[in-house]
């Protein structure tokens, strides 16, 4: 069964941290980009960080460029995102995705997506 699994969101204070995962069971993420996304209520499903499979080169939006780092663990089979100095602007359902080759998936590549999971950042 193919599927990613994100896990580590929470409830945090505004400047706090959370590290989120991306864990992939029935393939293997090395020849994969991964992507991470997030939802506010009310908003569009947007990209926020990309992580390449080849060369392993990352891309951020502007929004979170400097705060977030995304990152990957071929071993583990995982792709992480340490999110700091979080803002309540943050607050969204966040998910992850992956796309074949070196290209990073969006959302309209996305057929399925997982569950998500929350991160709340209180003010």
């Known amino acids: 069964h193919v599927q990613l699994v994100e896990s580590g969101g929470g409830l945090v204070q505004a400047g706090g941290s959370l590290r989120l995962s991306c864990a992939a069971s029935g393939f293997t993420l090395d020849y994969y980009a991964v992507g991470w996304f997030r939802q506010a209520p009310g908003n569009e499903r947007q990209g926020g960080s990309c992580i390449t499979s080849r060369d392993g080169k990352t891309y951020y939006a502007d929004s979170v460029k400097g705060r977030f780092t995304i990152s990957r663990d071929n071993v583990k089979n995982t792709v992480y995102l340490q999110m700091n100095s979080l803002k309540p602007e943050d607050t969204a359902v966040y998910y992850c995705?992956?796309?074949?080759?070196?290209?990073?998936?969006?959302?309209?590549?996305?057929?399925?997506w997982g569950q998500g999971t929350q991160v709340t950042v209180s003010s």
């Open positions: 995705a992956a796309r074949g080759g070196n290209f990073c998936p969006t959302v309209r590549d996305v057929r399925s």
